[in-house]
């Protein structure tokens, strides 16, 4: 299955006092962070695992590591490293592969204008990471340049999710897991998710 859609009683919980009309800037940054903090903790069930043995307390003991592919976090600018540091608190020693985009308010079109990406992509688990999946242009464009960029494992973590945007990346992206906290009504005529939460970057910056 691409599409995760979280049934935890917290991610319900914290999303909820998110959609609040008045929510301040700080309690908005805060919930954002734990919901991703939740959510990493279903996106990352499926990391396979290996047996090593170590000098325990009391002798040899057999534990678990992570095996296989490292993990990049991909934080989509702006809004997406408001989820930064809860993913992080939960794996500390990913590398961070940041993108920038920002949606043309007109046109609903992704723009790009910004890539830094850590290396061997081709090597890595991405987990993009962005609070809104509207129309989906902006994670699909995400997608393609993490694709070109030679990666082949590619999950996305977000806090809402439109009908629209999801069915769009499902069918272009069938291989891309998607984790979301709520997929919410329907876009509204100027591409905005209904109920949703507003604009996620203006109130992780406290900007507007
Ligand atoms: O699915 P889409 O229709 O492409 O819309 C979703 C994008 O829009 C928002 O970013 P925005 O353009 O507001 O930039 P910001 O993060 O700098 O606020 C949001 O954080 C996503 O990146
Ligand atoms: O509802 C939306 C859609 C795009 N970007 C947001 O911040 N909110
Ligand atoms: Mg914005």
Redesign the pocket.
């Known amino acids: 299955m691409s599409v995760h859609i979280a049934d935890h009683p917290l991610i319900k919980h914290k999303l909820g006092l998110m959609r609040v009309k008045d929510v301040t800037t700080k309690d908005f940054r805060d919930l954002a962070s734990e919901v991703a903090r939740l959510l990493t903790y279903e996106a990352t069930k499926d990391l396979e695992t290996q047996k090593k043995v170590i000098d325990g307390w009391a002798g040899p003991v057999e534990v678990q590591e992570i095996k296989g592919k490292k993990i990049t976090i991909v934080p ?5 490293l408001g989820m930064l540091d809860g993913v992080l608190d939960m794996i500390p020693t990913a590398k961070v592969s940041v993108v ?4 043309n308010e007109t046109t ?1 079109q ?1 723009v790009e204008y910004y890539v830094k990406m850590t290396s061997e992509m081709d090597k890595r688990i991405a987990l993009i990471l ?11 464009a995400t997608i393609e340049t993490l694709k070109r960029a030679g990666c082949q494992a590619i999950k996305g973590l977000f806090l809402v999710a ?1 009908p629209e ?1 999801l069915k769009r990346i499902t069918e272009a992206h069938p291989d891309v897991e998607i984790y979301v906290a709520s997929v919410d009504e329907r ?1 509204n005529d100027i ?1 905005y998710i209904l109920p949703g939460l507003g ?4 109130k992780i ?1 406290g900007t507007k």
């Open positions: 989509i600018l702006r809004a997406g920038g985009y920002y949606r609903l992704p962005d609070p809104m999946l509207a129309t989906g242009g902006t994670l699909l439109a945007g876009l591409g604009d996620a970057g203006d910056f």
